[in-house]
Structures are given as C-alpha cells and as structure tokens.
Antibody, heavy 119, light 112 residues
Framework: EVQLVESGGDLVKPGGSLRLSCVTS????????ISWVRQAPGKGLEWISS????????YYTDSVKGRFTISRDNAKNSVFLQMNRLRPEDTAVYYC????????????WGLGTLVIVSS | QVVLTQSPSASASLGASVKLSCTLS???????IAWHQHQPERGPRFLMK???????TKGDGIPDRFSGSSSGAERYLSISSLQSEDEAVYYC??????????FGGGTKLTVL
C-alpha cells in the first residue's frame, strides 16, 4: 500500500523556522518526483514545491522562493521541507504528494501536518 | 499561466447524479487535468486523470460511479448514485510548463 506520512508541523512565531518531513512506503520512492501542497484555513489547495527523483530539479512557487528549501533522501524514502523566515500567511496544512510517473499530477497524498505561524 | 475555474458549490440529492465542471483558460484548452476529492479532516484523494478527448484513468479503488468527460475547454467529473460520503470538496489540477502544479479553486459538493 502506498503511504505518505507528514510530520513536523507546529506552532511557530513569525520569522521562525520549521522542518517538515514526509516519510513514504509501499512504492519505489527513488522513481518518483514528490511535491508539497498546502491548504490555508478556509482556502483551496496551493502547490508550493516539487523535487525530481535525483534532486536535480527543484521548483518553488514565488511566495516561498528564498525561504523554503525542498530536499530528499532516497535511502530513507523521505522528502523534507525546510521553512525559514515563516510568515503568518504560511499557516496551513501541508501535504506531500507523489507525482505520477511520466505526467505532472498527484496520484497519492499524505494526511497532512499543520503549521501555525503566530505570535 | 494556466488558470482553472470551478464553481464554488454544488448540491444534489442522495442517490442522484451530479456533474462538476472545471474550465481551462485560453491557450491551455488541450491540457489534461486530474480530479481530486478532499473530504473534511482527511488528505486529498486522487480520483482520475482526464484527457482532452474525454479518456480517463482512475486511481486505485475509485468506484465506477465516478467518471470524467471533456468538451473543448471544459473538463467534467460526474458522480452517479450519490452517497453521503461523496460530500467533499473536489479540485481539478493541471500543470504549467511542466514544472508546477495548478489547482482550481475547488467545488464544495453537498449531498442533500
């Protein structure tokens, strides 16, 4: 069974940092690109970052460029999101999602982890 | 940049059918999309990939009650024999220049 499990969400003050983890199982992790998607309270889904299979390509939405860094460890079947200089508008549930091979859509999702940025 | 437009809400009665729409912006009307279901307090669930010709590939375990179709810039998700657990927000998703995902605003489906 394909599983993606996020962790690391917490309450953090503006300007602070957090590192989210997405641990996966049930599939050949190193063959898949992985993305992070977030949902702010009362809002829809928003793509924020993707990483290719060998970490050669990393993409970010404009609002997080220079603040967030995506990385992966294929030996540990895991993807990470280092979030620095957090802002209140980063408050959201963060999901990791597997990208379908050969196409650009999510075909499996995690349950999410909640990040609250507030003083 | 591609934009996906969805109606904010829809409703239908238990046991009835409903058809949700997702409109692709000009210049991107041949894009394939994906449909996702997002129930409260759960992670999103991939339903299907839907091509411009209406052909679609469903995710594992997605019931036959869910189907997709296309017409021009419109992509549709049809759900028949509505059940209470179908009450959710439904998102369409596509991709832009092969590097980023784009989501529609979502349609909240209420089962009456």
């Amino acid at each position: 069974e394909v599983q993606l499990v996020e962790s690391g969400g917490d309450l953090v003050k503006p300007g602070g940092s957090l590192r989210l983890s997405c641990v996966t199982s049930g599939f050949a992790f190193s063959s898949y690109s992985i993305s992070w998607v977030r949902q702010a309270p009362g809002k829809g889904l928003e793509w924020i970052s993707s990483i290719s299979t060998t970490s050669s390509f990393r993409y970010y939405t404009d609002s997080v460029k220079g603040r967030f860094t995506i990385s992966r460890d294929n030996a540990k079947n895991s993807v990470f999101l280092q979030m620095n200089r957090l802002r209140p508008e980063d408050t959201a549930v963060y999901y990791c999602a597997r990208e379908h091979i050969g196409s650009y859509y999510a075909d499996s999702w995690g349950l999410g982890t909640l990040v609250i940025v507030s003083s | 940049q591609v934009v996906l437009t969805q109606s904010p809400s829809a409703s239908a009665s238990l046991g009835a059918s409903v058809k949700l729409s997702c409109t692709l912006s000009s210049g991107h009307t041949s894009n394939a999309i994906a449909w996702h279901q997002h129930q409260p307090e759960r992670g999103p669930r991939f339903l299907m990939k839907l091509n411009s010709d209406g052909s679609h590939t469903k995710g594992d375990g997605i019931p036959d009650r869910f189907s997709g179709s296309s017409s021009g810039a419109e992509r549709y998700l049809s759900i028949s024999s509505l059940q209470s657990e179908d009450e959710a927000v439904y998102y369409c998703q596509t991709w832009d220049t092969g590097t980023s995902w784009v989501f529609g605003g979502g349609t909240k489906l209420t089962v009456l």
